[in-house]
């Protein structure tokens, strides 16, 4: 990992506890709509909708995830810029859930922590928790970082019941 991509995952842990002392009440104004970029972001890969997913990042955000290897996790950075044009891409069904997410708004950041499930073309893939920072912008909320976890075992059924119920 180097400095930059270091100082990222600092800011987001570090957002993220900031988050936590701000009051529901204060939050729950815009808490639907910074859920729902999250949703259309789900929405847009299940349907391999590249235009619908440009609108839910921001170009110049950051993915991060951290794959089990042994007793640890090696993290993969990539560009959010390059989602969408992934999604056009796609051959695969891609759907991944979300449920329970505690969301904390305070000026013009999000925190949204969820659990998640995966599944591809129809089959389970993975579990783990999403956390997604957004930011405020002119053009409405956008994800400007991803962080999470892909865990391969230990995942318990989804409260949602099986993808498409």
Not at 113 to 121: A, I, K, N, S
Not at 143 to 152: D, F, G, H, Q
Request: glycine share 6%; aromatic share 8%; hydrophobic share 45%.
């Amino acid at each position: 990992m180097n400095k930059s991509q270091a100082l990222a995952v600092a800011a987001i842990v570090v957002c993220a506890a900031m988050a936590s002392s701000v009051p529901c009440a204060a939050q729950s104004a815009p808490r639907d709509s910074v859920v729902a970029v999250v949703n259309e972001f789900f929405r847009a890969m299940a349907t391999s909708d590249s235009v619908a997913a440009a609108r839910t990042v921001h170009p110049q955000g950051m993915t991060y995830s951290f794959q089990p290897r042994g007793d640890t996790a090696v993290m993969y950075v990539e560009g959010l810029s390059a989602f969408p044009a992934s999604l056009a891409k796609n051959k695969r069904k891609l759907v991944e859930r979300m449920w329970e997410p505690t969301v904390h708004v305070r000026g013009p950041i999000a925190i949204v922590w969820t659990q998640y499930d995966f599944h591809v073309d129809g089959t389970f893939s993975h579990c783990g928790v999403d956390a997604f920072t957004l930011a405020r912008t002119s053009r409405g909320w956008r994800i400007v970082n991803i962080a999470y976890t892909v865990e391969l075992t230990g995942c318990k059924p989804a409260p949602l019941g099986p993808p498409g119920k």
